[in-house]
């Protein structure tokens, strides 16, 4: 009697899995309950066994396993054929259309970064390696090791802000050249760029800006490689036709010191209110190292000498991209940025 009714109990509930579509998975976890769980009709049957002779035992018992096994193997194949068809179904939904043109906006470096990354490739082809250093730096790095003293008078064209007596945001990347002095051995070539920091504010001045050092030390080195390394510089970076113009300067670390102009974009020389009508826009600061200063750093200044330029970066790339007022640079005004491309 029992084997019959496990033979029809394995033919029922194979009819009502086959019947099951993926609509219905409910139905099919409900078919697992109704067959194996603790009132289940599997479980009820095997129940039966008590009643059983011990010679019927062995027979019954191993035609329950056999149909417990079959019904096990039949839910699971059908579960996991609605796990496949759930997960197509998903990925069906989720499919992305690779050929659609896409919607989100794309972005490009900032006019300053652009700046940054052609004149340090220039730079680089010219054997100059790239050092950074601290933008919150001492008093000592920033103007002292610098020919600078406390109360010199060439610290007001650089003030700048001032955590406290001894620790200030650096107001040129000056301050890196005086670090790399006293760890490096000469002969080097390095340049440093970074932002900077100085109490100033109008259509060419920013109170954050970017500068670019660069600093050269050999044995024999003279004007004469300054002005020709500046004039690559520039002419690399702003063509060959580019009007440049060195003046006489004063920094208290260079000495003889020289300042470099080009031509305004604005204006093309005529004078505006972008060089406050002077026709010329300065670029940056260089001379020749001042022996103090290498001195101070335990360079041998009778040995070697040396150059460095001071370049800055927004205003280089005001001059690159014809603009007159440095602050757009700094508003993230979107339709500015565009324009930048
Ligand atoms: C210096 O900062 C020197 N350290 C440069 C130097 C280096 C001289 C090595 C000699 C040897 P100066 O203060 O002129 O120099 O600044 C250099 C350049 O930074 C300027 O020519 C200008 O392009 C830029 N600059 C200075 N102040 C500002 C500012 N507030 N906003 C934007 N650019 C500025």
């Known amino acids: 009697m029992l084997t019959e009714d496990l033979e029809n109990l394995k033919r029922e509930i194979c009819g009502e899995i086959d019947e099951i579509d993926f609509s219905n998975k409910k139905g099919l976890a409900d078919i697992r309950v109704k067959v194996f769980g603790k009132a289940g009709c599997l479980t009820l049957l095997s129940k039966g066994m008590r009643d059983l002779s011990p010679e019927e035992r062995p027979v019954v018992g191993a035609l329950i396993n056999e149909v417990r096994n079959f019904l096990e193997e039949k839910i699971s194949s059908k579960e996991k054929d609605f796990e496949k068809q759930e997960l197509r179904e998903r990925l069906e939904k989720e499919k992305i ?15 300053i970064s652009n700046v ?55 107001s040129q990347t000056s301050a890196v050249q005086a670090r790399e002095m006293e760890v490096r051995k000469p002969p080097f070539k390095i340049i440093c760029p970074g932002k900077t920091y100085r109490n100033d504010s109008d259509s060419t001045h920013s109170p954050v800006f970017h500068q670019l ?30 009007t440049i113009r060195f003046r006489p300067s ?24 972008t060089c406050k009508g002077t026709g010329m826009l300065e670029l940056l600061g260089a001379g020749i190292v001042n022996p103090k200063v290498l001195e101070m750093s335990g360079i041998d200044s009778k040995k070697y000498r040396g150059f460095a330029f001071g370049f800055g970066l927004d205003r280089t790339a005001m001059i690159l991209n014809s603009i007159n007022n440095i602050r757009y640079f700094y508003r993230n005004d979107i339709r500015f940025l565009n324009q930048m491309k």
Do not use: W
């Open 97 to 111: 259309d690779i050929t659609e043109p896409s919607r989100e906006k794309i972005g490009a470096a900032h006019p």
């Open 250 to 273: 004063f920094f208290p670390f260079t000495e003889p010191s020289i300042e470099v102009d080009v031509s305004c974009p604005n204006c093309h020389g005529k004078g505006c209110q």
């Open 213 to 242: 050092e660069g600093l050269v030390i050999d044995e024999n080195i003279s004007m004469a490689d300054l002005k020709a390394m500046l004039t690559i510089l520039m002419k690399r970076l702003y063509g060959e036709d580019t």
């Open 116 to 170: 940054l990354d052609r004149l340090t490739d220039i730079c680089v082809s010219l054997g100059f390696s790239v050092v950074e250093g601290p933008e919150i730096e001492t008093d000592y790095y920033n103007f002292e090791a610098l020919n600078t003293p406390k109360n010199h008078p060439a610290r007001d064209m650089q003030d700048t802000f001032f955590i406290n007596d001894n620790i200030l945001v650096r």
